[in-house]
Each structure stands twice: as C-alpha cells, then as structure tokens.
C-alpha cells in the first residue's frame, strides 16, 4: 500500500530563518506530488506540484521553492522565513493518470515568530 | 475564472441530517471530490461523482447534476465525530493544467448533542 510521509510534525521558526520540509512517498512510482498551504481555519492553497524529477510548477509567486531530486521526494524550502509563511504545510500525491483522489500526508504545523 | 462554492459552517445534532451543497464554476468538468479534514489533520478522500445521481457510502452519500454544476454531500445519523471541515474540490481542466484540483473553502460542520 502507499504511504506518504512528512517531517517534521511541528515547528517553530524565527523569522528571516530558513526552511527545509521533506516529503517522501512510498509504494508507488512516478506519483503527481503537492505542496499545500492552509491558514487557520481556511482552505487549501496549491503552492507547487510536481509530475516528475526535477519538475516544479509554481502557483503563488513567494519565498518559498520546492524541489523534487528523487521520484518520491519532494522538499520546500525558505532562505528567509516570513511571519505570513506561517501555516499547515500538506504534502499531497496523486498517481499518474488518476484524476481526482490525492492523499495527504500528515502535515507540518510551521509557526514563524 | 474557475470557482467552488460551499456554505462556510453548518450546524447539526446527533442523529440528525445535514445536507453540504457545493456550486462550481469551471472550464470544463470531470466530475466532483468530496474530503473531509478533522481539527489539526490532513484532508482525506471521501467520495467522487462522475456521472449524475447518487453515490452512497455507508452513512455519506453525495450527489452530482451536472446540468445545474451542483452537488451535495450527505451525511445521515450524524456522530459527533462527524464534526470537521467538508471540502468539494474539482479537477482544474485549463491547458497545460490537468493534474491539479480546484479546492472549495470548506464548509465547517459542527455536530452537537
């Protein structure tokens, strides 16, 4: 079965610090993945996807990148963190050719002070 | 542009039924998602209508009629642990841009006893 993983769980980060989130996915090949933001109490933002290695596609022009070295990782990233970079960060996958079942992983609860 | 509607919060009590309508707006359409995401979790998956009508699974049932770009979510002898945000999302079929999902903002269900 698939699996998707993310680190860490939480964090707490002062502002203008940087910012590395991974994600992993586990028993599939060649998977769509996401980068998701979600504010308290809001909706889902789209902030990258990915449909291969080395493939990014950006939604919201900001100071967050993401990158995809392996099939089944996907890392976002921060040089400078801002105090609107806080949120709930979901990593989500998709499997090629499916079109609307993405599973999240467990999320990251960034605080930015 | 492309756009989902769904109300912002919902009330219910045990037992009883509560209907979640979503409207969309958009270039094209394969069919309409249903995910539910409790306080501090990740969305999961719950249900997708691809041709009109009813879809039912066990408690949750969702609708789908194209003609009027309208579905629902139904959910019958609520538990409290029904209580969580239900989001309708669609896939986003504009050029270049079919691997992605069309998020509404969620409608927040508070079930009380």
């Known amino acids: 079965s698939q699996t998707i993983h993310q680190w860490p769980a939480t964090l707490v980060q002062p502002v203008g610090s940087p910012l590395s989130l991974e994600c992993t996915v586990e028993g599939t090949s060649n998977p769509n993945l996401y980068w998701y933001r979600q504010a308290a109490g809001r909706g889902l933002q789209l902030l990258f996807y990915?449909?291969?290695?080395?493939?990014i596609s950006s939604e919201v022009p900001q100071n967050l990148s993401a990158s995809r070295p392996q099939d089944r990782q996907f890392i976002l990233s921060s040089k400078k963190l801002l105090l609107s970079d806080s949120g709930f960060y979901l990593c989500?996958?998709?499997?090629?050719?499916?079109?609307?079942?993405?599973?999240f992983g467990p999320g990251t609860r960034l605080t930015v002070t | 542009g492309q756009s989902l509607e769904q109300p912002s919060e919902v009330t219910a009590v045990e037992g009883a039924i509560v209907q979640i309508n979503c409207t969309y707006q958009t270039s094209g359409f394969y069919g309409l998602s249903w995910y539910q995401q409790h306080d501090g979790g990740a969305p999961t998956f719950l249900s997708y209508?691809?041709l009109d009508g009813l879809e039912e699974t066990g408690r949750f049932s969702s609708f789908l009629s194209r003609s009027d770009s309208y579905g629902y979510l139904l959910l019958q002898e609520l538990q409290m642990k029904d209580s969580a945000s239900y989001f309708c999302?669609?896939?986003?079929?504009?050029?270049?841009?079919?691997?992605?999902?069309?998020w509404g903002l969620g409608t927040s269900l508070a079930v009380n006893p």
């Open positions: 990915s449909v291969g290695i080395g493939q």
């Open positions: 989500a996958w998709l499997l090629p050719g499916q079109a609307y079942e993405q599973y």
């Open positions: 999302a669609v896939r986003d079929l504009q050029a270049g841009n079919n691997r992605k999902l069309i």
């Open positions: 209508n691809g």
